[in-house]
């Protein structure tokens, strides 16, 4: 079995050096000595032979070192991606690398053994392991079918590795295809946002933009604009109560009075929006029972004269009102023409306070945190009001018209109502992607990219991953750990459900242990080469029979294709991906834009 150790000293260098030294002597030598030249010639044609054919070696042997040292950022251009775009166009560029192999397994544990320190020259303002792109013979783009993209992407990512800016090659590139594109960024980047805007290029009405710290500058966003069926709406809300079980009474009930209440301003005529639920939800349903009732018995009784009834005349307030009007409707309506609606309304209505206020106790801060302050008319848009210009959109909107939507969460400064807001656009999402899975026979695909996923981790978010592909959704979501997701569930078996859903994987840097194996795990094994060296040596009293010995001894282990402790000496921008399929790929990332100087922006460099 044939071994060579890679890094160990340029032999060839030293030989080349030798013969070409050999050369020299014997070619001056040649002139001066003053019998017979020939043997001197031949020396001189033989050492000459020799230093080329040990040139290619010890080129071989230094180029190899050299490229330990690693690559400069490149800056990429917006132009400059499109042409990397048009040469594959139905393919996504994950920038530039090459196939992880068992021979770079091999090269890397060789290295690791001989000390990177050794070989590599030291700069205290390089982060990470730059060595490790420096593996490969060469580096090409690196390409990954569209199609693939719909069994969805995770990227994964310590601080400052670079999810961001993956993300924004990727937005820039889905927007560039025409396609919907809807961002939710908790954090608000933006780079970010400027980049979704830039691609839309001069598209005027294509680029949507919510952030709840810029409400002047947003866009009104409806999440419960898009529903087939009053429960739709309630199970939206719902879905994104705290629950600590399966089957929590709690969230059923609230799911329940949510579910009558949107029944009954249906039934009213008008549209749902959380302010409105919250105020019944709140103050009490007494108006809508009223309002409710008086459509409902002006239209199955003809005959009933609100002006002319004694049990109104006689009520002094809405409360009042609500209860004769009930009592009406039991007595003369309900046996013949009842109304699911009315009767949950009525269920509600006639529910006692004390009990209902601790049925609903998880409901009411959730409301409160989605319509307080400028978030009421952001998430609750009146079309009707003359004094608010800003443009009113939802998610179906969005996707329909093929638009570019970012929606920035604010949650550094509010971390839980960036989490609501998240949580129950996803929420509308997923009963959008139920639509076009029902409704649409080819719906045309829509991207959704969600950095610090974690954030907004949900039931919905899960059906969305499992089955979204049928609707044209292709996700990609970004976390720093895997721990994030079993802390946002409260379980890590929705957080390895939610994660069995991800064909694709790009990992950068990553320091937490238990991410690192996760990302591992999923890999082959190899064999790797082990060079071991004995030495033996035993004195007896004659000092004739004294022996040694020395021994090499190459053997073969199972190993890891990649060590999961590599994945932390990773540089920014420089990733390790696990492609659908099962195609292994170190790869690294340019920057879109230009590199900046204090005297301003220069060209982008290689």
Not at 14 to 38: D, G, I, N, Y
Not at 169 to 196: C, F, W
Not at 553 to 562: I, S, T
């Amino acid at each position: 079995m044939a071994y060579n150790p890679p890094w160990r000293p340029n032999f060839e260098g030293a030989a080349v050096l030798t013969w070409l030294t050999l050369a020299f002597l014997a070619a001056v030598l040649q002139s001066r000595w003053p019998l017979h030249q020939a043997p001197f010639q031949a020396l001189t044609l033989l050492a000459a032979g020799m230093t080329l054919y040990r040139l290619p070696g010890a080129l071989r042997h230094s180029h190899r070192r050299a490229k330990l040292a690693g690559l400069p950022q490149r800056f990429l251009t917006p132009a400059e991606l499109d042409r990397q775009r048009r040469a594959r166009p139905g393919d996504l560029w994950l920038g530039w690398g090459f196939d992880w192999s068992s021979d770079h397994a091999q090269l890397a544990l060789d290295l690791i053994r001989a000390g990177p320190h050794r070989l590599v020259p030291g700069d205290a303002d390089t982060l990470g392991a730059h060595w490790l792109h420096g593996l490969a013979e060469r580096e090409t783009p690196v390409w990954l079918p569209i199609a693939h993209s719909a069994g969805h992407i995770l990227i994964v990512g310590t601080t400052g590795a670079g999810k961001t800016r993956l993300l924004d090659l990727l937005v820039t590139q889905a927007v560039r295809r025409g396609e919907a594109v809807v961002i939710l960024d908790p954090k608000g980047d933006a780079e970010l946002q400027a980049s979704a805007r830039q691609a839309c290029g001069d598209q005027p009405g294509r680029f949507v933009s919510f952030h709840p710290a810029f409400p002047a500058r947003s866009h009104r966003l409806d999440p419960l604009h898009s529903f087939n069926r009053a429960t739709e709406l309630a199970s939206r809300i719902a879905a994104i109560l705290p629950s600590e079980t399966g089957n929590d009474p709690f969230k059923n009930f609230s799911q329940m009075a949510l579910s009558h209440v949107i029944g009954g301003v249906l039934a009213a005529g008008e549209r749902p929006n959380l302010l409105m639920l919250r105020r019944y939800l709140e103050g009490g349903v007494e108006a809508l029972v009223e309002r409710v009732l008086r459509a409902y018995l002006k239209t199955h009784a003809p005959s009933w004269d609100p002006d002319h009834s004694r049990a109104l005349a006689k009520a002094q307030d809405t409360s009042a009102r609500a209860r004769a009007l009930v009592r009406l409707y039991q007595e003369q309506l309900r046996p013949s023409r009842p109304s699911t609606v009315i009767d949950g309304l009525v269920s509600l209505f006639e529910h006692d306070k004390v009990h209902f206020s601790k049925m609903v106790a998880s409901l009411f801060p959730l409301l409160n945190m989605l319509t307080a302050g400028e978030l009421g008319p952001l998430l609750s848009p009146d079309s009707d009001d003359p004094q608010d210009p800003r443009p009113i959109t939802a998610m179906a909107r969005i996707l329909d018209r093929a638009q570019v939507a970012y929606i920035g969460l604010d949650s550094l400064s509010d971390t839980l109502v960036g989490s609501a807001i998240g949580s129950i656009l996803i929420a509308d999402l997923a009963a959008v992607a139920g639509d076009r899975y029902n409704y649409t026979p080819q719906p045309p695909p829509v991207n959704v990219f969600i950095d610090e996923a974690a954030e907004i981790v949900n039931d919905p978010l899960i059906q969305l991953l499992n089955k979204g592909r049928g609707a044209g959704l292709r996700l990609t979501i970004a976390t720093q750990t895997f721990a994030d997701f079993a802390a946002r569930t409260g379980s890590e078996a929705k957080a390895r459900q939610l994660l069995a859903n991800l064909n694709t994987l790009i990992a950068l840097r990553v320091l937490d242990a238990e991410t690192q194996e996760y990302v591992t795990a999923s890999l082959p094994k190899t064999r790797l080469k082990t060079l071991m060296r004995t030495q033996a040596t035993s004195t007896q009293r004659n000092p004739l029979e004294h022996s040694g010995n020395v021994g090499e001894r190459l053997m073969e282990e199972e190993a890891e294709l990649f060590q999961p402790a590599l994945l932390g000496q990773l540089p920014n921008l420089h990733y390790i991906a696990r492609l659908a399929g099962g195609r292994l790929v170190k790869g690294r990332l340019p920057i879109l834009g230009t590199a900046r100087t204090p005297d301003g922006p220069v060209r982008p460099g290689r």
